[in-house]
């Protein structure tokens, strides 16, 4: 291995384990636990730790020796957040979803090939889906915002994606790529993706993406609930409801003011 690919494979460990790290927010883990997470040795994982410590990424609980993100997280993250955190603009759109269905809303962010979950607000239906929750993070084609961003990419990326991933250990033979690629082409040909509780039983999700300036499609709005309000006939009134607040972001998204 040349130092070049060396260097490399360091900075994917050090990635693996903050995203790991963030994943246990706000408790914090164990070295054990990261390591496990991340994929990487025990040893190894305690080194870079330790570094990205000194540097101020991590903190460790003295009393508990649990592992959180650092100050420098933070403020790296704070001046990230001009450029791509909509959180603030989405509330409003997001609030009025789950007010309108009754069931909880979301916001996704798409990160490469996953999601991130941004945003939850709770509607009025006392029974609710909690397959969601703010930081989770999640394959695209698995579960109903991922889908919705995997199926307005182009047909390229999305062969290149599902050629080159194995979703079915993980999440079950329903999330075999020949199994995607039909969801595809029904959202496609609906415009809003469905989950029929393929990742929690009786947990329905919809999804609809919402799309940058560059019209890609960045984000995704979502509601989840228990399967007996996700008939036939609500679901496309839900869907309706999705596309049309899906469609009001990407406009509002689109007015925003540059950064910088």
Not at 26 to 52: D, E, M, Q, Y
Not at 72 to 100: F, H, N, P, W
Not at 116 to 130: A, I
């Amino acid at each position: 291995m040349t130092s070049s690919e060396a260097n490399a494979s360091v900075i994917g460990k050090i990635c693996s384990l903050l995203r790991a790290a963030g994943a246990e927010e706000p408790s914090g883990a164990s070295t054990t636990a990261l390591a496990r997470a991340a994929g990487i040795a025990r040893p190894t994982t305690h080194r870079l730790l330790s570094t990205l410590a000194e540097q101020g990424f991590v903190d460790r609980d003295a009393g508990t020796g649990r592992w959180s993100l650092g100050p420098e997280i933070y403020l790296l993250g704070s001046m990230a957040a001009l450029r791509y955190d909509i959180t603030d603009q989405a509330r409003k759109v997001v609030q009025a979803l789950a007010t309108e269905s009754g069931e909880s809303a979301f916001l996704s962010a798409r990160r490469g090939s996953e999601t991130v979950c941004l945003l939850r607000v709770e509607g009025s239906f006392p029974l609710r889906s909690h397959v969601l929750y703010e930081g989770i993070r999640l394959p695209l084609g698995v579960a109903s915002a991922g889908l919705a961003i995997l199926a307005h990419l182009p047909d390229r990326e999305v062969d290149e994606y599902l050629d080159g991933v194995n979703l079915v250990p993980e999440w079950g033979e329903s999330h075999a790529a020949v199994e995607i690629r039909r969801r595809i082409a029904h959202t496609r040909t609906t415009g809003f993706a469905v989950n029929p509780a393929l990742l929690v039983e009786g947990s329905w999700g919809l999804g609809a993406a919402v799309f940058d300036r560059a019209d890609k499609p960045a984000w995704a709005l979502s509601l989840t609930g228990v399967e007996t309000r996700f008939r036939d006939d609500r679901r496309r009134e839900l869907g309706k409801m999705l596309l049309d607040a899906a469609h009001r972001l990407t406009v509002q998204l689109g007015e925003r003011p540059s950064p910088g």
